[in-house]
């Protein structure tokens, strides 16, 4: 196994550079040099003065719905990788409230009036599903920031860069400009073509880019001559042009360009907004699908999953970084419950004790030789183990049988684990399931 990081803190409290030297920290340690703060990840504070000298060290966050991928790299070094489990419950919890309050209001117990006058929603507003996730994005960074000398955020906001994409029909963009641009073409076209075959419909397929008039009868490389067709289309089609082929609509659809590209997720425009009112705005940059998948394909040759994205975000072009073996993984943490009462006829109130047996909610326990957070407890019975990745149930257990791992910190659940190779991921849907490394497909 590879030796993990120890993330050092200065006596200040401020982040140190990590370091990899054990037996250094385990001297310390035992010297009362330095004491731990955190085992997960296992961070320690120096307790002598020291040179606080540090080196740039970048953040590269991929956004996505259910899983964010982090990484930080520093001087061609990744130095933190995490997988970012976000809440994706927050829309049941909402609708249970709501039907608890108006349960309540019938009842002769505590009574809120129901509001009318708050339908007005300030700028900026996000629902609270995203609101949620956006917010705990930014902690994650936070989070970082809290072990590592964070003084630059990378976050990819969109698959291709709009700018840099003025009406490429028109501009006269070619697909064999280099291979960084052909993959910003390929992500354009991926865009613009829905990421179906123009001809069968095929979706979830390897989707090859497709000359409308071949290039054998005289058809150009401008984005105007280009769709995406999957591979048996592809040979049917062979040398006719698409209106040969029965499709003459394709071709008068592929001189509409591409319109309103410059969409970007709200999602995704919320995590940049709150970075830049925190880090500050030259910190705080943006960056796009498509270079990420060069980078991460071309020059890092690794596999997609949303670590190996991050590292790739954090990089700039043409940097060579090897990944770590272990990746952090991180569960976000609610923070309460609604219900007052439960039971068949509502019979049992809610007890809700910070701890039960000197157990809390969200620690993270061992039992059984597994490993998980107490998801539920029961002050006679079993406790309920929840799997940290998946959040479902593994399995119930005697609180005398817990072995305690790790308590929540600032708010996560927080464990390492050995990094193992994932395949897809719900970051880019469609971008890539179905769509694999563009070079295989290029004509
Ligand atoms: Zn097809």
Same mark, same amino acid.
């Given at each position: 196994?590879?030796?993990?990081?120890?993330?050092?803190?200065?006596?200040?409290?401020?982040?140190?550079?990590?370091?990899?030297?054990?037996?250094?920290?385990?001297?310390?340690?035992?010297?009362?040099?330095?004491?731990?703060?955190?085992?997960?990840?296992?961070?320690?504070?120096?307790?002598?003065?020291?040179?606080?000298?540090?080196?740039?060290?970048?953040?590269?966050?991929?956004?996505?719905?259910?899983?964010?991928?982090?990484?930080?790299?520093?001087?061609?070094?990744? $130095?933190?990788?995490?997988?970012?489990?976000?809440?994706?419950?927050?829309?049941?919890?909402?609708?249970?409230?709501?039907?608890?309050?108006?349960?309540?209001?019938?009842?002769?117990?505590?009574?809120?009036?129901?509001?009318?006058?708050?339908?007005?929603? !300030?700028?900026?507003?996000? !629902?609270?599903?995203?609101?949620?996730?956006?917010?705990?994005?930014?902690?994650?960074?936070?989070?970082?920031?809290?072990?590592?000398?964070?003084?630059?955020?990378?976050?990819?906001?969109?698959?291709?860069?709009?700018?840099?994409?003025?009406?490429?029909?028109?501009?006269?963009?070619?697909?064999?400009?280099?291979?960084?641009?052909?993959?910003?073409?390929?992500?354009?076209?991926?865009?613009?073509?829905?990421?179906?075959?123009?001809?069968? @419909?095929?979706?979830?397929?390897?989707?090859?880019?497709?000359?409308?008039? !071949?290039?054998?009868? @005289?058809?150009?490389?401008? $984005?105007?001559?280009?769709?995406?067709?999957?591979?048996?289309?592809?040979?049917?089609?062979?040398?006719?042009?698409?209106?040969?082929?029965?499709?003459?609509?394709?071709?008068?659809?592929?001189?509409?360009?591409?319109?309103?590209?410059?969409?970007?997720?709200?999602?995704?425009?919320? $995590?940049?907004?709150?970075?830049?009112?925190?880090?500050?705005?030259?910190? $705080?940059?943006?960056?796009?699908?498509?270079?990420?998948?060069?980078?991460?394909?071309?020059?890092?040759?690794?596999?997609?999953?949303?670590?190996?994205?991050?590292?790739?975000?954090?990089?700039?072009?043409?940097?060579?970084?090897?990944?770590?073996?272990?990746?952090?993984?991180?569960?976000?943490? !609610?923070?309460?419950?609604?219900?007052?009462?439960?039971?068949?006829?509502?019979?049992?109130?809610?007890?809700?004790p910070r701890k039960v047996k000197g157990w809390k909610l969200h620690e993270q326990v061992?039992a059984?030789?597994?490993?998980?957070?107490i998801?539920?407890r029961r002050l006679k019975?079993s406790f309920?183990?929840?799997?940290?990745?998946?959040?479902?149930?593994?399995?119930?257990v005697v609180p005398s049988k817990l072995r305690r791992i790790a308590r929540c910190?600032?708010?996560?659940?927080?464990?390492?684990?050995?990094?193992?190779?994932?395949?897809? @991921?719900?970051?880019?849907? @469609?971008?890539?399931?179905?769509?694999?490394?563009?070079?295989?497909?290029?004509?």
């Amino acid at each position: 196994m590879e030796q993990s990081i120890i993330y050092v803190l200065a006596i200040s409290g401020k982040p140190l550079m990590p370091t990899r030297r054990r037996n250094k920290v385990w001297y310390w340690l035992r010297c009362g040099l330095a004491k731990v703060v955190s085992r997960e990840p296992f961070t320690i504070q120096l307790r002598f003065e020291t040179t606080e000298y540090r080196q740039p060290v970048t953040v590269g966050v991929d956004t996505g719905s259910k899983t964010v991928g982090m990484a930080a790299t520093t001087n061609g070094a990744v $130095v933190y990788q995490a997988e970012v489990h976000l809440r994706t419950d927050i829309t049941d919890k909402l609708t249970q409230r709501r039907q608890y309050r108006r349960t309540r209001r019938s009842r002769n117990t505590r009574y809120r009036a129901a509001r009318f006058a708050n339908r007005r929603k !300030p700028a900026g507003w996000l !629902p609270p599903s995203l609101r949620s996730k956006a917010e705990a994005t930014v902690k994650a960074v936070h989070f970082v920031a809290r072990v590592l000398p964070v003084c630059q955020v990378n976050v990819e906001v969109g698959s291709f860069d709009t700018q840099k994409m003025q009406r490429p029909e028109i501009s006269g963009l070619e697909y064999q400009q280099g291979e960084l641009q052909g993959y910003l073409l390929r992500e354009y076209l991926l865009e613009k073509w829905q990421r179906h075959c123009a001809y069968c @419909g095929a979706k979830e397929v390897p989707l090859e880019v497709e000359h409308i008039v !071949p290039r054998s009868r @005289g058809g150009s490389n401008r $984005v105007s001559n280009l769709t995406l067709a999957c591979k048996p289309c592809n040979v049917r089609k062979e040398k006719l042009t698409a209106a040969e082929f029965g499709y003459p609509k394709i071709q008068a659809q592929a001189r509409v360009p591409l319109k309103d590209a410059a969409h970007v997720s709200t999602l995704k425009t919320a $995590v940049v907004q709150r970075l830049q009112a925190i880090f500050g705005t030259d910190q $705080v940059d943006v960056t796009y699908g498509y270079e990420t998948k060069y980078k991460r394909i071309q020059v890092l040759g690794l596999p997609k999953s949303h670590t190996n994205d991050a590292v790739a975000i954090a990089c700039v072009m043409g940097e060579v970084v090897e990944p770590c073996a272990v990746a952090h993984q991180l569960r976000c943490v !609610p923070r309460g419950n609604y219900q007052l009462f439960n039971g068949k006829h509502s019979e049992h109130k809610v007890w809700a004790p910070r701890k039960v047996k000197g157990w809390k909610l969200h620690e993270q326990v061992a039992a059984k030789g597994q490993v998980g957070y107490i998801g539920g407890r029961r002050l006679k019975g079993s406790f309920v183990l929840k799997d940290l990745i998946t959040g479902k149930t593994i399995l119930e257990v005697v609180p005398s049988k817990l072995r305690r791992i790790a308590r929540c910190t600032h708010g996560w659940i927080a464990a390492t684990m050995q990094f193992t190779e994932q395949e897809g @991921g719900a970051s880019s849907p @469609g971008s890539s399931r179905g769509v694999p490394a563009p070079q295989n497909s290029w004509k």
